[in-house]
T-cell receptor, first 113, second 114 residues
């Protein structure tokens, strides 16, 4: 059973455009929602994360929007660059389960020049 | 710190052979996770440890898979006997736990079973 559902599976965006990746979850006990970025041949690395007490978090060109009532959160990449081309994973966890992470299935982002 | 270190980076083995993957977590991290990544299923959590104790191994696919953490600086994931469907990239990750829940991943071991 997929605890976190992610879409789209792949995304192609023009340089300078906005990339949007969406995730949804069911378990209301989740209290930590990170996004990980993975380049080919590398392990995933934390990009940005949010807790459910805020509706938005911004770090540079990356923004997480969080809708607690809808149990959805999304990653927005503003002014997308070719160097942003990677696979992005959303995830969810809760300290009550020992920080066990549940990952989405990933989105392959390609930013074309 | 050098980060999470996994070895080997690549492993090619014949079906039926035993395979052992190794992981050195970041010093001071209380949690260690083993993940398997495939195109079909994405990142799957296999097992995780807290202070060297296995907490949840419900993701381990079969009895052919076993994991140990004999001390805070070393963990192994063993597959015996290996099968072609075990081919995947296996990641080890560690985290501090508590309020700081960022997981740091190793570079992974690409396993090919022929």
């Amino acid at each position: 059973q997929q605890q976190v559902k992610q879409s789209p599976q792949s995304l192609i965006v023009q340089k300078g455009g906005i990339s949007i990746i969406n995730c949804a979850y069911e378990n209301t006990a989740f209290d930590y929602f990170p996004w990980y970025q993975q380049f080919p041949g590398k392990g995933p690395a934390l990009l940005i994360a949010i807790r459910p007490d805020v509706s938005e978090k911004k770090e540079g060109r990356f923004t997480i929007s969080f809708n607690k009532s809808a149990k959805q959160f999304s990653l927005h990449i503003m002014d997308s660059q070719p160097g942003d081309s990677a696979t992005y994973f959303c995830a969810a966890s809760t300290m009550n389960t020992g920080n066990q992470f549940y990952f989405g299935t990933g989105t392959s982002l390609t930013v074309i020049p | 710190d050098a980060g999470v270190i996994q070895s080997p980076r690549h492993e090619v083995t014949e079906m039926g052979q035993e395979v052992t993957l190794r992981c050195k977590p970041i010093s001071g991290h209380d949690y260690l996770f083993w993940y398997r990544q495939t195109m079909m299923r994405g990142l799957e959590l296999l097992i995780y440890f807290n202070n060297n104790v296995p907490i949840d191994d419900s993701g381990m696919p079969e009895d052919r898979f076993s994991a140990k953490m004999p001390n805070a600086s070393f963990s192994t994931l063993k597959i015996q006997p290996s099968e072609p469907r075990d081919s995947a990239v296996y990641f080890c990750a560690s985290s501090l736990g508590g309020d700081n829940t960022e997981a740091f991943f190793g570079q992974g071991t690409r396993l090919t079973v022929v």
